[in-house]
């Protein structure tokens, strides 16, 4: 019983903890962000512009209904999962005391400095580091075979929702919280050692101030059908929910583009920057072929281990291979 009440409110908590992504305040901003683009953008009445936004039958399609499930299943195997991860309390701390191991680095060694100095670098890097470990993650998860298996599950969704965000291989989720928890680690561990006691965040409701602003100005809506696009100078910095549902295209062009997650500025240094479209409608999903069987819970879970089983046997094969030339090189050099 104890697991059961555990559980909805793991669930629960998703949707009123403001450090969540689909915080319902959060999703309330979105919907009026999308009604006052489509009333003054696409010139939309009112009417029109409320079925658009809750199209039934995007939020009801095979896709959606698999993201809903796919949600409340990893959520469960979080739950079983998370206490057997190391947390970011014992990174902190063994990064603590190997800062003490380095001899250009000296405890409280920047003390003196004003606290709202450091409150504000603070929250800057952490924030910072947060989002290019995200970049970073991501990008692997596309280059990575074994990674992309995994990967794909979030990429197989046809339709986006802002449940789409949870629609994630639990093994992705694993490679996820780990970054979370090394990310913050790194952030709070340097501050401590560099600055004393006095280090802080800056937040709004509980969240840190960037991660609050980066949810009212829509995160939601990088995960749905409505294509806002941004400035063109402007999705240099900040990743616009139309360059988010380009990432998600199927088409050549677009793919391994877009991987930031708030900030643009990854993309855009490292070369896999593009600017979002005007389209009709873009094409979602992974391949032209791909069959309703992608939605499938049983092919979501399973086919990503079968793929990283054959990658492997086919390394395997292939180092076989090289290990056989060889010998016969040798023999044949020690014969001559
Ligand atoms: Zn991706
Ligand atoms: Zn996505």
């Known amino acids: 019983m104890d697991y059961f009440f555990d559980y909805t409110s793991q669930i629960t908590n998703q949707f009123i903890d403001p450090k969540k992504r689909v ?3 959060y999703i309330l901003i979105s919907i009026l962000i999308a009604t006052a683009w489509f009333m003054i953008n696409k010139k939309l009445s009112f009417k029109k512009t409320l079925i658009k936004i809750f199209d039934k039958k995007i939020f009801f399609s095979k896709s959606a209904k698999s993201d809903y499930k796919i949600f409340l299943i990893n959520q469960l195997i979080m739950m079983i999962v998370s206490p057997f991860l190391i947390t970011q309390l014992t990174i902190a701390t063994a990064l603590y005391f190997y800062f003490h191991t380095i001899d250009w680095l000296s405890a409280g060694m920047f003390v003196g400095i004003a606290k709202i100095y450091i409150i504000l670098s603070f929250t800057i890097f952490q924030f910072t580091i947060d989002d290019f470990s995200k970049y970073i993650v991501h990008r692997f998860m596309h280059k990575w075979p074994v990674l992309w ?22 093994l992705e989720g694993i490679i996820f919280s780990l970054r979370s928890a090394i990310t913050q680690a790194i952030g709070i561990s340097l501050f401590f050692y560099l600055f004393g006691n006095s280090v802080d965040l800056y937040t709004v409701l509980g969240a840190n101030v960037f991660v609050f602003l980066f949810n009212i100005l829509g995160s939601n809506l990088r995960h749905s059908h409505i294509g806002i696009r941004y400035w063109k100078w402007l999705e240099y910095i900040l990743i616009s929910p139309a360059q988010h549902q380009l990432h998600h295209s ?35 999903g992974i391949e032209k072929n791909q069959n309703e069987d992608s939605h499938d819970l049983k092919t979501l879970y399973i086919n990503p281990f079968l793929e990283i089983r054959n990658y492997f046997f086919k390394l395997l094969k292939i180092m076989k291979f090289k290990i056989f030339n060889l010998k016969l090189k040798k023999r044949y050099l020690n014969e001559n």
């Not at 599950?153 to 639990?170: E, K």
């Not at 930031?260 to 409608?281: I, K």
């Open 250 to 284: 199927i088409a050549k062009e677009h793919h391994d583009k877009n991987f930031g997650a708030a900030l643009a500025v990854w993309d855009w240094l490292f070369g896999s920057l593009h600017h979002s479209m005007e389209y009709e409608t873009l094409k979602l």
């Open 23 to 25: 915080f319902l305040f």
């Open 149 to 170: 298996a995994l990967h794909k599950v979030h990429h197989s969704a046809t339709v986006l929702t802002p449940m789409t965000v949870f629609r994630t291989h639990p």
